[in-house]
T-cell receptor, first 109, second 114 residues
Framework: SQQGEEDPQALSIQEGENATMNCSYK?????LQWYRQNSGRGLVHLIL?????REKHSGRLRVTLDTSKKSSSLLITASRAADTASYFC?????????FGAGTILRVKS | DAGITQSPRHKVTETGTPVTLRCHQT?????MYWYRQDPGHGLRLIHY???????DKGEVSDGYSVSRSKTEDFLLTLESATSSQTSVYFC?????????????FGQGTRLTVV
């Protein structure tokens, strides 16, 4: 089974609202990464949080990591229509890099 | 953009035929990965490589084989294509978790098995 599992599977919000996506995993990791995929395209890296970090920010993105619960969350603040995409967490247990099923985010303008 | 190229980008093949997809990188990254993406399943790891001639199975490796004879090339072979292998295939490269670096993805190969 997949290492990372995202929740919810789909999320629909209004422009300007915040979007929160969660990821759970099963084994020890070196780091956890979040990626974005626009329809029909390859994945693009958003942010990486190391296993010894608890929170990280990048622009409108905030990621938390709780290694005791084996979970992470991605918060996108002040969402925009252009944030509409699929978001994936990836757990890095080198050499393996395993992705979850993803969250489909739709931001309505 | 990271130097990673997948070929072909699109392919239609018949059931029972062998198919080889190629991933080529110019970044000299150690790790290379093959994933397949299907609706509702996200990206599932097929095989990965941690060096020349060093490969291992992922979670959905049945019916697939890989080879890495050079750092820059990672080949995925469908030994005898089946309709269940119709999918979008992505290659990724990385310097690895110990370096705490991101993975870079190719643009994908859309494979249809008829």
């Amino acid at each position: 089974s997949q290492q990372g599992e995202e929740d919810p599977q789909a999320l629909s919000i209004q422009e300007g609202e915040n979007a929160t996506m969660n990821c759970s995993y099963k084994t020890s990791i070196n780091n956890l990464q979040w990626y974005r995929q626009n329809s029909g395209r390859g994945l693009v890296h958003l942010i990486l949080i190391r296993s010894n970090e608890r929170e990280k920010h990048s622009g409108r993105l905030r990621v938390t990591l709780d290694t005791s619960k084996k979970s992470s969350s991605l918060l996108i603040t002040a969402s925009r229509a252009a944030d509409t995409a699929s978001y994936f967490c990836a757990t890095d247990a080198t050499p393996k890099l395993v992705f979850g099923a993803g969250t489909i985010l739709r931001v309505k303008s | 953009d990271a130097g990673i190229t997948q070929s072909p980008r699109h392919k239609v093949t018949e059931t029972g035929t062998p198919v080889t997809l190629r991933c080529h990188q110019t970044e000299n990254h150690r790790y290379m990965y093959w994933y397949r993406q299907d609706p509702g399943h996200g990206l599932r790891l097929i095989h990965y490589s941690y060096g020349v001639k060093d490969t291992d199975k992922g979670e959905v490796s049945d019916g697939y084989s890989v080879s890495r004879s050079k750092t820059e090339d990672f080949l995925l072979t469908l030994e005898s294509a089946t309709s269940s292998q119709t999918s979008v295939y992505f290659c990724a490269i990385s310097d690895g978790g110990l370096m705490n670096t991101e993975a870079f993805f190719g643009q994908g190969t859309r494979l249809t098995v008829v």
